[in-house]
């Protein structure tokens, strides 16, 4: 994980969340997040910039060579509707064209030579880099002065998914903020005869920090120059396969999670993976600064979604709506709650309709096996006497406690094939939805308000007091979460999580074990230092048992919706070895199920299996931890294989 530059004073919130040199003191409570603050205006000089969905590569190429024109132009831009608030940015734009965010794309053949021109017409001095990718790239820049034209010639002899970019002179592309934060394009080289049938998605933040030592700041974080729901909505055919390119600009990572299918990487951070050793997964990090393109076949017609898993990259913590226009309005707003922050979805989300192929007929679910889940509030269950939110089950008729929930909420234990149909009963004040992350099911169960389904079948929120049925059949064996899928800070930050384990036969209990790490709690106090995360629905979780000897499956589910977890198996002295055998319930190819270090770093919304045989009694534990936020031991006690009882 790269943290952003410890170079600058300034240090958002959102980065210290998710991946930036967070000392304890430096995290705020949100709610000072949601303080608003005027935005900076527009230069009146200012053009308006419009969003780039790069459907085309800019530039004429012929003979091999790519002749371009850039300028960068001082504008405005609209991350989100026409009616939001106008910020003032530097863009790319070609001579005499709109600006736009992001800036045009370049896109060549493998070994095309670029001639380009750069002419600064704003008032800063600038650096532009990532022009081409070498063993020395991020020092690979160019300083255009105010004012000044540069031009440059050079050949792409390498086939890679990465972008270009400008900041302010003497800075870094990570340390952009605001006014320069959108100077970036996609450049996709493409290796001879590969298709270009894809769709190129760049995220972006825009963010200002009003004042460091209490981080309040405005934010929007984008994909192609819009946020959700503002971004491309994009419509598949079902059964026609489906490349994202996804470049992303910002300095620390974002898990994304694809609903309803699997994708297989097939390029990261600029580079091919070989047939072999690519991924099969749903929700994945995008490294800093870098790229993954992937491809799925989107088998399953109806509503979908492609969306970051950090819970306050997706609401309003990254949007400016409501953001005030002067600092009058800003201290009459400093207090009041965000009116739309319970119901909608924000930021790094995009839309996916799959249309269904003529004929298609939904997979049966006749004869489901019945569960019933009932989400309810428990006080004072968490550090700091905060209440709960989670799942507890009721089996039969025996109704339980309505103050009591299960942390993590209780395994479910499906039959791979086998349908179930999961009442969930909504026991809160508030509206709730619930979905089954990972799970290759139908759309409308999929648990995404006013979106999962298809047609008119479309799913709404589980309403206070009111149940839905999850009718689905789990059709791949492996390891899964399920959470609710609204207002995700607060009701997965409160316990609104648990784990899914399909199988195709019952599991046996002393070599199968599950950790699952997951919120613990709002952030609720800037010095406190570890309240936020639990282990297997405590802060010191009961030792997993082992027998020596013995191959053991630990299925881990990453559930925290604000923190990439580490996980390190390790006594004093020494970190285990383990094997790779699953990410995101799907078996992991075979050249990489190896055997390696037990340690790995899961973002919200990943699972992983691993093998681990100790061949000794003795006393392990796993080391659950998160950059500069909470730290919880997992006790792993390796017992001697029972003696065999005489016949
Ligand atoms: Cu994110």
Known sequence: MTMRSTTIVVVTALAVLSAGPARAQELIPLREAYARIPLPKPAAKAVTAVANQNHSASGVLKDGVLTLALDIVTAKWRAESDSEPEVPILAFAEPGATPQTPGPMIRVPVGTEVHLTLHNRSDSSLVIGGLRRGPNATDDTVNVAAAATREVRYRLTKAGTWYYWGAFKGTKSEDRLWLDSQLNGAIVVDAPGASTRDHVLVLGEWVYVYETRRQKFEDAMVINGRAFPHTERLVFPQGDSVRFRIINTMPFTHPMHLHGFYYRIEERNGKAIPPGRRMLTNTDLVSPEGSEVFSFLPTTPGNWLFHCHFAFHVDDAVSLVGSPADSAAAAAQAHSEHPSREHSMRGLVMRIQVTPAPGYVATSTANARKIKLLVQTQPNRLPGDVPAIGFIEQKGDSVPPRNMVTLPGPVLELVRGKPVAITVKNNLDVPTAVHWHGLEIESYPDGVPN??????????????????????????????????????????????????????????????????????????????????????????????????????????????????????????????????????????????????????????????????????????????????GWHISLPVIVGPRPKMSPK
């Open 451 to 628: 979106w999962s389904g298809m047609g008119d079948k479309v799913f709404s929120q589980i309403a206070p007091g009111d149940s839905f049925v999850a009718e689905f059949t789990p059709p791949r064996a492996g390891t899964f979460p399920y959470h609710s899928h609204l207002t995700d800070r607060t009701q997965i930050g409160s316990g609104m999580y648990g784990a899914i384990i399909v199988t195709d036969k019952p599991r046996d209990l002393a070599h199968d074990h599950l950790i699952v790490a997951g919120g613990g709690g709002p952030v609720i106090d800037p010095s406190t230092e570890s309240p936020f995360g639990l282990v297997n629905g405590r802060r010191s979780p009961p030792a997993l048992h082992l027998i020596a000897g013995d191959v053991h499956r630990l299925r881990i589910v990453t559930l925290h919706p604000d923190w990439e977890v580490t996980y390190t198996l390790r006594n004093d002295s020494t970190v285990a070895r383990w094997r790779a055998v699953a990410k995101d319930g799907a078996d992991i190819p075979a050249a990489l199920a190896t055997k390696r270090p037990a340690y790995v770093v899961m973002g919200p919304g990943e699972t992983a299996d691993f093998e681990f045989q100790p061949m000794v009694p003795g006393e392990w534990r796993v080391d659950v931890s998160t950059v500069g």
